[in-house]
């Protein structure tokens, strides 16, 4: 008689079941988001991902080569959740041996006439499509979507106190800081809004940061961090 029943009413059995079901993912992508489901996410989503990063890599990569036959991928070691190290990769977008140039506090100078960038790092930049090679970070459980920018190990080793809060989280292809100002406030700003990020983590902000992530990839805003820059002009007429 059970059986019966199930025959006869499979079709309502499944849409009943499937609700519940919706409901359940929904009631635990809210409530354990930071936990579980971001990381869910972050393995669904990158395996989405990859047949779009594998069509750009092709053309990019013949770009980059024939840019100055250098390498393909800069590989540099940033630090990830709870201070471990990985390997972060990104299309290298700079010439070989570029040197490492920092603005006092610390951060990362990048400007429009950057003569450390190479003709086709320029248009990788301003597309953000360098840093497409990051959803294999994602997948390897190295990053996420969204989090605060992976910084190098003799930055993050200054911090101290509730600083260090950023740590809490895996560091992201865009966080709210870069989301919402991307390079127009200076590293000691950039701090708090990751810190408070990664201590309100939920699924609704992480869906705000996409919004503002691509309103800013797309209108181009504050691409550049040289606001601040008290740069050795040397430095930059050196390099080749």
Not at 21 to 35: D, P, T
Not at 75 to 97: A, E, I, Q, W, Y
Not at 121 to 144: A, H, V, Y
């Amino acid at each position: 008689m059970f059986l019966e029943f199930l025959q006869d009413n499979w079709i309502i059995i499944t849409i009943a079941a499937s609700g519940v079901f919706a409901i359940l993912w929904i009631l635990g992508s809210i409530f354990l988001y930071r936990k579980m489901f971001k990381r869910v996410y972050d393995i669904i989503f990158s395996l989405f991902g990859m047949p779009f990063f594998f069509l750009i890599f092709v053309p990019v990569a013949i770009a980059i080569k024939i840019s100055d036959k250098g390498p393909i991928f800069y590989c540099g070691k940033r630090v990830g959740k709870n201070g471990k190290l990985f390997p972060m990769k990104k299309f290298r977008s700079m010439k070989v041996n570029a040197p490492d140039i920092r603005l006092e506090d610390g951060s990362t100078f990048s400007g429009d006439s950057d003569p450390r960038v190479t003709r086709i790092g320029k248009f990788l930049r301003k597309t953000s499509l360098d840093e497409t090679p990051q959803i294999i970070d994602i997948f390897l459980g190295n990053m996420s979507f969204f989090g605060p920018r992976p910084d190098v190990e003799d930055v993050i080793e200054k911090l101290e106190g509730a600083d260090r809060d950023l740590l809490k989280v895996r560091p992201g292809i865009s966080g709210y800081s870069q989301a919402k100002y991307r390079n127009s406030i200076a590293f000691s700003e950039k701090l708090v809004h990751d810190c408070w990020y990664a201590n309100n983590v939920s699924i609704f902000l992480d869906i705000k940061i996409f919004f503002l992530t691509v309103l800013t990839v797309l209108t181009r805003k504050n691409l550049n961090n040289e606001h601040t820059a008290k740069v050795n002009e040397d430095t930059l007429g050196n390099v080749d």
